[in-house]
């Protein structure tokens, strides 16, 4: 996985514990580099499992939440650094349907070595879209995370369900309602 995520994740736990105690956390998880992390490298998403593993028990906050919440980071640190995906798009709708078509397709072209998932998006009615999310690593609740604040990026509101594929468990499928 690419660097970035990782310095992301440590700034939010930065942001929410304090810089001593993410020094003492990432002490304790046993890193490969000690918990240090640089935007032009690469790591193995297990050490980011392992990152927020060691703040869940520290904090007490389950594993599910914080990744949640590390999606709403990124998807604020994505706004922020590429607008350009961002300022042609009318609704969370159409950012979703644009993440395989476009958006991940643009980052591929930049890091070519990216690990990234595969989207299939369908709008079932006006007001709802089934998203499906396919990925060998297990971020299914970062996803989630990141469609939540998606809607919350274009004042929009809404349920959102997910449901992981009982035969393929590397499937999980979102299902989005907004609210009318
Ligand atoms: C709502 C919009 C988006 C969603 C739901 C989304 C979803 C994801 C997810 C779940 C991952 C983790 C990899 C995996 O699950 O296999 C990921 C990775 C990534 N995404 Fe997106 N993404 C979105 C928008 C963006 C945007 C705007 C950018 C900006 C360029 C971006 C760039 C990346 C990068 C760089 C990675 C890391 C790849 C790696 O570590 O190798 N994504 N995305």
Same mark, same amino acid.
């Given at each position: ?9 440590? /700034? ?35 050490? +980011?499992? /392992? ?16 990744? /949640? ?39 591929? /072209? ?5 690990? +990234? ?64």
């Amino acid at each position: 996985m690419k660097g970035t995520i990782f310095v992301e994740l440590i /700034k939010m736990a930065e942001n929410a514990f304090g810089e001593d105690t993410v020094d003492e956390v990432l002490d304790k998880a046993d890193l490969e580099n000690d918990g240090a992390y640089t935007t032009v490298g690469n790591y193995p998403c297990s050490e +980011l499992v /392992k990152i927020v593993v060691a703040f869940s028990e520290h904090s007490g906050t389950d594993a599910e939440t914080l990744q /949640k919440m590390f999606g709403h980071w990124m998807l604020t640190h994505f706004v922020e650094h590429y607008p350009q995906f961002f300022a042609d798009k009318k609704d969370a709708f159409s950012l979703l349907d644009s993440i395989e078509s476009e958006i991940h397709v643009e980052v591929r /072209k930049i890091y070519p070595e990216a690990e +990234l998932p595969t989207f299939i998006t369908e709008r079932t009615t006006p007001n709802q879209m089934m998203m499906i999310y396919a990925s060998p690593r297990p971020l299914g609740a970062f996803c989630h995370g990141m469609i939540e604040a998606a809607l919350a990026h274009f004042d929009e509101k809404g349920d959102i369900t997910s449901q992981v594929n009982i035969t393929i468990p590397t499937v999980t499928n979102f299902e989005i309602t907004l609210q009318s």
